[in-house]
């Protein structure tokens, strides 16, 4: 369900689970957390998928078994927004719910003129799982860029 191709420096994880929109399981955010953590060597990431949505958040039968109120969430935006190379989201598609949190730790995210993003009315709010999907808990840091010398300060078209 989760690909990774290594080519020099460059790690491509590819989400692959089409036929399930690319809702992401237990199994599937462990499996990110770890190639994220072993990624540090790595002068970029890119986190794409297959199929045409990139993913539609967690996967519901996860949910019901705990998946929504697991720290699993919090270590994967975590390991991703701690690495030290360029991290890149390629969204090809539709992201929504908890898959936004992969997303925001990334360095760049770049998205087809097609794609859709959806949050619930809870994840708006910035619930407390909402706040354990975004980089250490922190959705005003977000994308900030984590090599600058000022800490992470965020680049913004004026």
Request: charged share 20%; aromatic share 4%; glycine share 10%.
């Amino acid at each position: 369900m989760i690909d990774l191709d290594i080519s020099g420096g460059v790690w491509t994880l590819t989400l692959n689970r089409a036929e399930k929109a690319n809702a992401l399981s237990f199994e599937m955010l462990e499996r990110i957390a770890e190639i994220a953590s072993d990624a540090k060597a790595a002068r970029a990431v890119i986190i794409t998928s297959a199929g045409a949505v990139f993913s539609a958040g967690a996967d519901l039968s996860a949910v019901k078994a705990g998946l929504a109120t697991s720290d699993v969430w919090e270590r994967v935006s975590g390991a991703i927004a701690d690495l030290p190379g360029l991290t890149i989201a390629a969204l090809n598609g539709t992201l929504a719910g908890g898959a936004f949190g992969m997303a925001l730790a990334c360095d760049i995210r770049l998205a087809v003129a097609t794609a859709k993003f959806f949050l619930s009315g809870d994840e708006a709010r910035l619930s407390a799982a909402a706040k354990r999907s975004c980089p250490h808990g922190r959705p005003d840091r977000a994308g900030a860029d984590k090599n600058a010398a000022d800490g992470g300060a965020e680049n913004h078209r004026g």
